[in-house]
């Protein structure tokens, strides 16, 4: 294992020295043999006209790297991070904090993610928490002022808490659902106050294990009412950002409401939500709900949903949201070359919702585990980028639809057209239909061919 290059003993962001032995990342180039730079990511390089910090838009995600310690349902934490005591007190959470901002500045990303109970220490009642929150998000503000970091979003955690076994807004219990409102509005507040340039929702427990027990239309009635106050609230308090909601189709719930963006596209048109809320589309959720990262960008895409991105992959064997750093170039290859020809990220970014294995016990690990997630998405960017400006597959798909642009497809969609003018045509012009080849495998090897 190659040592960390020593730099000057203390960190540049006077309190926290944990990561003191480690420089500020920086871009190297493909040859380098350090593992702690970049090889492919260069913030200034133009891609398609535009920086490529400014096309990823990456952030850190606050729980999987500063809060989780290791443990997981066999055994308890593994990581010994400096910033963690048992009692997670202010003092903890503080270092917690220092570090994290530390670690943000050092890997050179222009953002970060929180949920409210990540940064703040543990809180036995909602007024604790409403009170512990006020001061973190006035912490994180001083950061914010003087790394310069900014808020990609943040989310309120309406899952841990015991009182959320049976989910947040669509619990079967009124007190728990106003709880959960009273976190929201807690954290959207700060969200706007931080500068944020999104609110998420993840599901969470909104969900159900059993019919049995369970009203499915008033839970998803009383969502969807909910979901509509706090876009009323987001109005009111002027936020500019983006409601996002994070689709996932199972797991903590056997059955979660928010499947994948198709479903959500259905349940914001039932409630008139359509253009109020977008999506934050992770790769390993997508997988878990039998589609592709690709897929689901695709879809976003289409139905005007696109908001961000949690990057990160599941293992391919286990179906779990195992939550790895995603290192497969060619899926975000094909997930890019959805996204950039409508224009990229908005609002959204790259939000690292990733974590390193157990057994990466080392604080250094959380940088290998960064370095190469950023490098991958950078790779992905070029990969995409190049296809792109060779422009191959865009002529493929052009020409394979090129009949609907005139003659019969025109005339077919045109305003006289009905099942039965096109039926009898068909019939009268003996229209037979052949088969042209969709030639998958030379389309691949254009891929390929730009991975590199
Ligand atoms: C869990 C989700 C979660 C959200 C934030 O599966 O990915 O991490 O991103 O609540
Ligand atoms: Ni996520
Ligand atoms: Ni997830």
């Known amino acids: 294992m190659q040592e960390a290059r020593i730099v000057d003993g203390h960190s540049e962001l006077g309190a926290s020295v944990v990561f003191s032995n480690i420089e500020q990342i920086k871009y190297e180039g493909p ?17 398609l ?41 202010r003092a903890a959470s503080d270092a917690k904090m220092a570090a ?61 808490h015991p009182r959320y076994a049976a989910g947040g807004l669509t619990n079967p219990d009124p007190e728990v659902a106003a709880c959960a409102i009273r976190q929201i509005r807690d954290c959207l507040e700060a ?42 609230h987001k109005n ?18 056997y059955h979660q409401y928010d499947f994948d963006t198709a479903t959500i596209y259905g349940f914001l048109q039932r409630f008139d939500l359509l253009g109020e809320v977008h999506v934050n589309i992770e790769p390993n959720h997508a997988t878990l709900s039998g589609h592709s990262f690709a897929h689901e960008i695709a879809t976003a895409v289409s139905l005007g949903m696109m908001g961000s991105i949690d990057i990160n992959c599941g293992n391919y064997q286990n179906g779990w949201d195992t939550d790895q750093f995603n290192l497969d170039i060619r899926d975000i290859t094909l997930a890019m070359l959805e996204l950039l020809p409508s224009g990229g990220l908005d ?26 997630g950023i490098d991958a998405l950078a790779r992905a960017l070029l990969a995409a980028a190049d296809l792109v400006e060779r422009g191959q597959l865009d002529d493929f798909k052009s020409d394979r639809y090129a009949g609907w642009n005139e003659g019969l497809g025109k005339t077919m969609l045109g305003p006289k057209s009905s099942l039965e003018s096109i039926a009898d045509d068909a019939a009268k012009k003996q229209l037979n239909g052949t088969h042209s080849s969709g030639h998958q495998e030379y389309l691949e090897n254009l891929v390929n061919r730009s991975l590199r």
């Open 236 to 253: 009111k308090i002027g936020f500019k950002g983006k409601i996002l909601i994070e689709p996932k189709p199972h797991e903590p719930m």
């Open 31 to 47: 040859d380098t043999d350090y593992q702690l730079a970049y090889r492919y990511y260069n913030k200034d390089q133009e891609v």
């Open 191 to 232: 969200t706007h106050q931080l500068g944020g340039a999104n609110y998420v929702l993840w599901g969470g427990r909104e969900g159900y294990d059993t019919l049995l027990n369970t009203d499915l239309n008033r839970e998803l009635e009383n969502f969807g009412r909910f979901l509509s106050m706090v876009v009323e």
């Open 49 to 89: 006209g535009k920086r490529m910090e400014d096309h990823l838009r990456m952030a850190v995600c606050y729980w999987h790297t500063f809060c989780w310690d290791g443990a997981d349902i066999f055994g308890g934490g593994t990581f010994n991070r400096p910033w963690h005591n048992p009692q997670n007190d």
């Open 347 to 372: 609002t959204g970014g790259f939000n690292f919702d990733a974590k390193v294995r157990r057994q990466s016990s080392d604080a250094v690990d959380l940088f290998y585990g960064h370095i190469g």
């Open 100 to 160: 994290a901002f530390e670690f943000f500045h050092k890997l050179d990303v222009p953002y970060y993610c929180f949920h409210d109970v990540d940064v703040t220490e543990t809180s036995d009642t909602p007024d604790e928490l409403s009170e512990n929150f006020k001061c973190s998000a006035e912490r994180l503000g001083g950061y914010q002022e003087e790394t310069g970091l900014k808020l990609l979003w943040g989310t309120a955690n309406l899952f841990s």
